[in-house]
């Protein structure tokens, strides 16, 4: 389906990239990840309906409606900009009319460092929202999380910045296990998914 046909199925409206420039230097700016990259994602990589998924950087919401209608997860959008989230929360109204039943979104603004990661959250996506900085703290609250409550968990990035995964690989227990690449010609536009897991780990 095209842009246009996801957006009318998911009664969302969130195309339009970011003009301008985020208010904090350590925040990104918001661009949402184009629907045709998530569908082939998804068939290399799918979820169940127990997973729960959080977008950090979630802008006005198209990762989280997405996945809550395509698997029934429940998905969490983390948000700072107070524009952004006021335009997810009107697309999740106009959501929630047809398909209130079809998964779980919910819809939190504040700043990513500061999210209290859920003891069931298990998948965490990223596509460059901040600076490796800010990038380090979340990653150690969920590595905090896991520590509390033993779970396997997922980060899932999209065209990865440099900084995060020499980050990953070199200090933290996270290890690849995967690599969607997709059917274009810059080599950087691809996921890659790294996993925690204190069973197998020696951290």
Do not use: C
């Amino acid at each position: 389906m095209t842009e246009q046909d996801y957006e009318r199925l998911l009664q969302i409206e969130t195309a339009k990239p970011q003009q301008g420039f985020p208010a904090s230097a350590e925040y990104h700016r918001y661009e949402p990840t184009p629907y045709e990259a998530l569908d082939l994602l998804l068939d290399a990589y799918p979820l169940a309906a127990t997973d729960t998924v959080v977008d950090f950087g979630s802008g006005k919401g198209r990762l989280p409606f997405y996945l809550a209608y395509t698997f029934r997860v429940r998905a969490i959008g983390v948000e700072m900009d107070g524009g952004f989230h006021e335009a997810a929360l009107e697309n999740w109204m106009n959501y929630a009319k047809k398909h209130r039943t079809r998964g779980s979104v919910q819809l939190v603004r504040g700043y990513a460092e500061q999210f209290e990661v859920p003891a069931e959250a298990n998948r965490f996506y990223f596509f460059n929202p901040f600076s490796v900085n800010v990038f380090r703290q979340v990653v150690a609250n969920i590595i905090d999380s896991v520590e509390r409550t033993p779970r396997p968990v997922d980060l899932i990035l999209y065209y990865p910045a440099d900084e995060y995964l020499h980050f990953l690989n070199d200090e933290t227990p996270f290890r690849y296990v995967q690599d969607v690449r997709l059917p274009l010609k810059n080599l950087h536009e691809r996921f890659l998914i790294y996993r925690f897991d204190m069973m197998e780990s020696s951290w």
